[in-house]
C-alpha cells in the first residue's frame, strides 16, 4: 500500500529563515499532494497542495515542489514568524475512489524562535 | 460557511464499553473520512463514507465501524473499548464531486480509555 516518509521530524530556525520539509511517497497512483498545519489542540488545517501535473505551486510565504520521477515533495516556508510554530503534516492520495483517503507523514514538528 | 463540526470534543471510557462519536460535514459536502491520531501511529486513516455507502476502509479491526447519514452526516462507534484505543479522532469532509476534493478537517474528538 501507500507509505510517506516525511523529514525531518523536528525542525528549529530563527524567524525570518526559511524551513524546508520533504517527503517521499511510494504509491505511484498517487496524484494529489496536501499539507497540512496543526496547531496545539486543534484539527489539521490545509495549507497548501499541489496535484501531479503540476511541478510548483506558491501562495504567499509557502511553496510546494513536486518531483513525480523521484517520488518526493517539499514543502518550503520562506520568512519564518512565531506563529508559523506548529505540526506540519505531508499526505497522498490516489484519485478516482480514493480521495476520501489520504495517507499521512509522520509529522515535522516546527519551532521558530523570535 | 460553517466547517466541520464533531461532538463530543472530549470523552472518556472505561475499558470494554462502546462509543459514539459524530461528525457533520461542511454543507453541500458528501464525502466524510474518519481518522485516528496517536503520538506513536502519527495519522491513520480508518474509513470513508460517500453517499451512505463506505467506500474505503483502513486496516482496522471490526470494533471499529462507522455509518453516514441522508444528509450526509457520519457516526463512528467502536465497541469493546480498548486502552489502546486512547486517541484523538478526526473527521475531514471534502466535496468528492469534480476537482475540488481538499479534505478540510474538524477539531476532533478526543477519547480517553481507562
Known amino acids: 500500500g501507500e507509505n510517506v516518509e516525511q523529514h525531518p521530524s523536528t525542525l528549529s530556525v530563527q524567524e525570518g529563515d526559511s524551513a524546508v520539509i520533504k517527503c517521499t511517497y511510494s504509491?505511484?497512483?498517487?496524484?494529489?499532494f496536501p499539507w497540512y498545519k496543526q496547531e496545539l489542540g486543534k484539527g489539521p488545517q490545509l495549507i497548501i497542495d499541489?496535484?501531479?501535473?503540476?511541478g510548483e505551486k506558491k501562495d504567499q510565504r509557502i511553496a510546494v515542489t513536486l518531483n513525480k520521477t523521484a517520488k518526493h515533495f517539499s514543502l518550503h516556508i520562506t520568512e519564518t514568524q512565531p506563529e508559523d510554530s506548529a505540526v506540519y503534516f505531508c499526505?497522498?492520495?490516489?484519485?478516482?475512489?480514493?480521495?476520501?483517503?489520504?495517507?499521512f507523514g509522520q509529522g515535522t514538528i516546527l519551532t521558530v524562535h523570535p | 460557511k460553517a466547517g466541520v463540526t464533531q461532538t463530543p470534543r472530549y470523552l472518556i471510557k472505561t475499558r470494554g464499553q462502546q462509543v459514539t462519536l459524530s461528525c457533520s460535514p461542511i454543507?453541500?459536502?458528501?464525502?466524510v473520512s474518519w481518522y485516528q491520531q496517536t503520538p506513536g501511529q502519527g495519522l491513520q486513516f480508518l474509513f470513508e463514507?460517500?453517499?451512505?455507502?463506505?467506500?474505503n476502509k483502513g486496516n482496522f479491526p471490526g470494533r471499529f465501524s462507522g455509518r453516514q447519514f441522508s444528509n450526509s452526516r457520519s457516526e463512528m462507534n467502536v465497541s469493546t473499548l480498548e486502552l489502546g484505543d486512547s486517541a484523538l479522532y478526526l473527521c475531514?469532509?471534502?466535496?468528492?464531486?469534480?476537482?475540488?476534493?481538499?479534505?478540510?478537517f474538524g477539531q476532533g474528538t478526543r477519547l480517553t480509555v481507562v
Open positions: 475531514a469532509s471534502s466535496g468528492a464531486q469534480g476537482g475540488n476534493t481538499e479534505a478540510f
Open positions: 499541489i496535484r501531479s501535473n503540476v
Open positions: 454543507s453541500g459536502h458528501r464525502s
Open positions: 504509491d505511484s497512483a498517487s496524484n494529489y
Open positions: 499526505a497522498g492520495r490516489r484519485g478516482g475512489t480514493s480521495y476520501g483517503k489520504l495517507t
Open positions: 463514507y460517500f453517499s451512505e455507502t463506505q467506500r
